[in-house]
């Protein structure tokens, strides 16, 4: 009868711990989502931008964008040339900001359900800092060469208008980088 007893006690702990290791299990699963759903929302909040220092990821997409629209002569002025570099300049800053806050933060590491995710980011991002690298050095060069506003430049139009052509494509980059970054559905409200 003891034997009985014994081996009633040893089921009832296996099951009980068969029962632990099941919570264990499906409380990992609700810790991925609840930590997917945190580290989206921290991402969300250095994306959205310190209103005292940048407008936010979506903002300053959108204001490069718009930077990079022009008609005619103003598109190989000096003064523009020089305005496109000085907001490329500021931005790359900030974009590099991110990057270091998310991309190459060992605090903020991602959940492995969005993994995927956050290197599409990531890759955005820095292809983003690129663009606007690429941006600033054409605006500069251009600037350079035609001068300081008011002197006769040594530039030719159609140099100049290389220059704003580069310019151009480089709002197309800017585009693409908007679309690919619209693809991830959270990131949508700061977009």
Not at 15 to 43: H, I, M, P, W, Y
């Amino acid at each position: 009868m003891l034997w009985q007893t014994e081996s009633a006690m040893k089921a009832h702990a296996v099951s009980g711990l068969l029962a632990l290791a099941l919570l264990a299990l499906a409380g990992c699963g609700n810790r991925d989502q609840t930590s997917r759903e945190e580290f989206q929302k921290q991402v969300l909040e250095v994306l959205r931008g310190d209103p005292l220092q940048d407008t936010g990821l979506g903002q300053m997409l959108s204001e490069t964008v718009g930077d990079l629209e022009c008609e005619g002569s103003n598109c190989t002025s000096v003064l523009y040339f020089q305005f496109l570099e000085e907001r490329a300049d500021e931005r790359r800053a900030i974009v590099r900001d991110y990057e270091g806050r998310l991309c190459n933060n060992s605090k903020l590491p991602p959940p492995k359900s969005v993994q995927d995710q956050y290197n599409t980011l990531c890759s955005q991002l820095n292809a983003f800092f690129k663009s606007l690298d690429a941006i600033r050095t054409n605006a500069a060069t251009a600037s350079r060469l035609l001068g300081p506003p008011g002197q006769s430049s040594q530039a030719s139009d159609s140099l100049l208008q290389e220059f704003a052509n580069r310019l151009a494509r480089g709002k197309q980059d800017i585009l693409q980088i908007h679309d690919k970054l619209r693809e991830l559905d959270w990131l949508r409200p700061i977009l």
